[in-house]
């Protein structure tokens, strides 16, 4: 069984640039997840995807997008990038249950910093 | 709109005591999570609470759930210094079930 990956490991952008983070999720699952991780904060939900449509949205700006692929992997886009935007992001997969949250399984991250 | 607090946000113990930490929530919660952080890592899951009452033990680590108290504790016993990491709790609001809503986490360190 494969676990949840993330690309790139680390990254370093300037202010308002682009930049795409990619997740594999883990085999057997349909849903992703993603989070935004402050240094010494919880993490916070950015959004999820289930069946390559987006399932529900946390209070981020629309310069936070994202995809999913027919194979269950995503993208998160992020726009405009600003410096608060460093932090590091978390992908959960999870296998969607309907109505009932499932358990979900993370990622290693991919660090952003953005100068 | 479901809220996490945890407390203590720091707990620096000795090798050996028990100690417990504590994750309430601000309104009825699907389902509880813990989950475990090491330093530049990613999160480790621990345990999921479905019920009230419920009660889950691996090794060292006892987690329960008052649902009536919106209470879940993660309890330490006889700590070792492998155990020292930030743990979080978690919850499912029940109008969007698809998030996880976090608490600020508490960093543990254990002293040999």
């Known amino acids: 069984e494969t676990g949840v990956t993330q690309s790139p490991t680390h990254l370093i952008k300037t202010r308002g640039q682009q930049v795409t983070l990619r997740c594999s999720s883990q085999?057997?699952?349909?849903?992703v997840s993603w989070y935004q991780q402050a240094l010494g904060q919880g993490p916070q939900f950015i959004f999820q995807?289930?069946?390559?449509?987006?399932?529900g949205r946390g209070n981020f700006p629309p310069r936070f997008s994202g995809l999913q692929f027919p194979n269950y992997s995503s993208e998160l886009n992020v726009n405009a990038l600003e410096l608060d935007d460093s932090a590091l992001y978390l992908c959960?997969?999870?296998?969607?249950?309907?109505?009932?949250?499932?358990?979900?399984?993370f990622g290693p991250g991919t660090r952003l910093t953005v100068l | 709109e479901l809220k996490v607090e945890q407390n203590p946000l720091f707990l620096s113990m000795q090798e050996e005591k028990n100690y417990t930490i504590y994750c309430n929530y601000s309104?009825?919660?699907?389902?509880l999570y813990w989950y475990r952080q090491d330093p530049g890592k990613s999160l480790e899951s621990l345990f999921v609470?479905?019920?009230n009452g419920a009660v889950k033990q691996e090794g060292r680590l006892m987690a329960s759930l008052d649902t009536k108290a919106r209470l879940s504790t993660l309890h330490i016993t006889a700590a070792v210094h492998d155990l020292s990491a930030t743990y979080f709790c978690?919850?499912?609001?029940?109008?969007?079930?698809?998030?996880?809503?976090w608490g600020a986490g508490t960093k543990l360190i254990i002293k040999p």
């Open positions: 085999s057997g699952h349909n849903t």
């Open positions: 309104t009825t919660s699907d389902r």
């Open positions: 609470l479905l019920s």
């Open positions: 959960a997969s999870s296998l969607y249950a309907g109505i009932v949250g499932n358990e979900q399984f």
């Open positions: 995807y289930y069946r390559e449509e987006e399932n």
């Open positions: 978690a919850g499912t609001p029940m109008d969007s079930n698809y998030q996880l809503i």
